[in-house]
């Protein structure tokens, strides 16, 4: 592993620099990582996403003909590690990461013409439909079921913990086509119109207050065999299509280090503001996390690293997601450690910090379940990275 870069990687971070300091969107600079500050206006953010699709930008891992801009990995990581570091965002979101790549490799023709552009345009809004109540980490198990019915496909069952459901335009979802073959093989993707009759979404509050995600519904929707994705009962194996993506998490490892800045102005701009603020105990564990940071982003040049050289990370992009997911979570507690119990005001205008230490502290909860839990990643590690037995 080289963490310096050749002279094109050089020539390239500097041209993603310049371009993030000239155009860049306004933000406030207040030093934590971007969710916490990109409450942009609209305009401004579609101005930000008019500029990235016309370099390619948005997509920078599609290939040219189809609106991206054919980078390899390394490229992506730069861009991807430019970006965190100036606390911007891409701006692709599930169309371009999720169902995008898949539209590219399995989609016919119509199909392309169809989506690819009015993603790229940010015309839509895509969810991803695979979780359901009795099925989320053992998602082969899935009873949504969807019957041939003339040139339709009639679906009836639930989805879960749809994000941005209640935004979306379109939803890429698993349904069961075959219930009696093997679980893997009886499944279909589907393509489906979040405006068909018989589609019922209703929110679900996470702990932390917010309308993230949602159930969904279908009673007796139509979905015409054109959006029908790839072939019949092999839905299963298109769920796992991407491009060359950059699986690093190196926005992420970024972003710790950055919120570990903020905590750290905090503590020295407010000494006695507290009986735990400046304390040798909380300092400790502080330094503790800088130092877990720094690993976080070594685990990221890993994956990174085994891309480039045209490898396929499997148990290394797990081990950098569970340590990231599970540090922030250590991160928000030592931030509530240092407020005591001043930690528990959160009301923006008023609590320490714009309550961002409480509601860090419930919202990183989330991120060891989403997109497979710390346990899944820790089998994954133990079966493929270490030969252990399964269970
Ligand atoms: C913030 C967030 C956003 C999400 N967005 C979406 C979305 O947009 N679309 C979507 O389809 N889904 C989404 N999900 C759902 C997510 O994919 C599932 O929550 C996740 O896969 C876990 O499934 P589950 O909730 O059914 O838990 P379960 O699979 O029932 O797991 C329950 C517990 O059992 C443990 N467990 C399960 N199997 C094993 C095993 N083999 N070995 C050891 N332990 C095990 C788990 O680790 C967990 O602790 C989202 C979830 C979150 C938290």
């Known amino acids: 592993m080289d963490f310096h870069d050749s002279t094109e990687q050089a020539e390239w971070r500097k041209e993603v620099r310049s371009f993030v300091h000239e155009q860049r969107p306004e933000t406030e600079a207040d030093g934590g990582p971007p969710q916490y500050r990109e409450r942009r206006p609209s305009e401004a953010f579609k101005d ?6 016309a370099k390619g930008w948005i997509a920078p891992a599609w290939p040219k003909e189809y609106g991206g ?20 965002m891409g701006g692709g979101g599930m169309g371009t990461s999720m169902i995008g790549p898949t539209i590219i490799i399995h989609g016919n023709e119509e199909q392309k ?26 998602l082969a198990s899935l009873q949504t079921r969807a019957v041939r019915d003339g040139d339709d496909w009639v679906i009836n069952g639930q989805k879960i913990w749809t994000s941005g459901a209640h935004n979306a335009d379109w939803m890429f979802m698993l349904a069961r086509t075959d ?7 009886g499944i279909t993707y589907f393509l489906l119109d979040m405006k068909s009759p018989g589609v019922t979404v209703r929110p679900l509050i996470n702990l932390a207050n917010g309308h993230m995600f949602n159930e969904v519904f279908f009673e007796d929707v139509r979905v015409p065999n054109r959006n029908v994705l790839g072939e019949v009962n092999r839905g299963w194996y298109l769920g796992t299509t991407t491009l060359d993506f950059e699986r690093s998490s190196i926005g992420n490892a970024v972003g710790q280090r950055q919120s570990l800045e903020y905590y750290f102005k905090y503590i020295r701009d407010h000494k006695d503001s507290g009986p735990l603020v400046d304390t040798p105990a909380v300092k400790s564990e502080f330094a503790d996390r800088w130092i877990e940071a720094a690993v976080a982003k070594t685990l990221s040049y890993v994956v990174v690293t085994i891309q480039a050289e045209g490898r396929v990370p499997n148990h290394e992009a797990s081990i950098a997601k569970l340590f990231n997911t599970e540090l922030s979570q250590r991160i928000a507690r030592t931030a509530m450690k240092m407020l005591g119990t001043n930690g528990q005001l959160i009301d923006p205008k008023t609590a320490p910090m714009h309550g961002r230490a409480p509601q860090s502290y419930m919202q990183t ?7 497979g839990t710390s346990e899944v990643q820790r089998n994954i590690v133990a079966t493929r990275g270490l030969g252990l037995p399964r269970a």
């Not at 930000?48 to 699709?53: D, E, H, V």
């Not at 219930?179 to 093989?185: F, G, Q, S, V």
């Open 365 to 371: 909860v989330s991120s060891t379940i989403a997109g």
């Open 179 to 185: 219930p009696d073959a093997p679980k893997h093989r």
């Open 48 to 53: 930000w996403r008019n500029k990235l699709a």
């Open 113 to 138: 013409k169809e989506h690819l552009g009015a993603i790229l345009r940010g015309e839509v809004q895509w969810c991803q439909g695979y979780s359901e109540p009795g099925s989320g980490s053992d």
């Open 69 to 88: 801009a054919g980078l390899g990995v390394m490229e992506q990581f730069i861009m991807n590690e430019e970006f965190a570091e100036a606390r911007v």
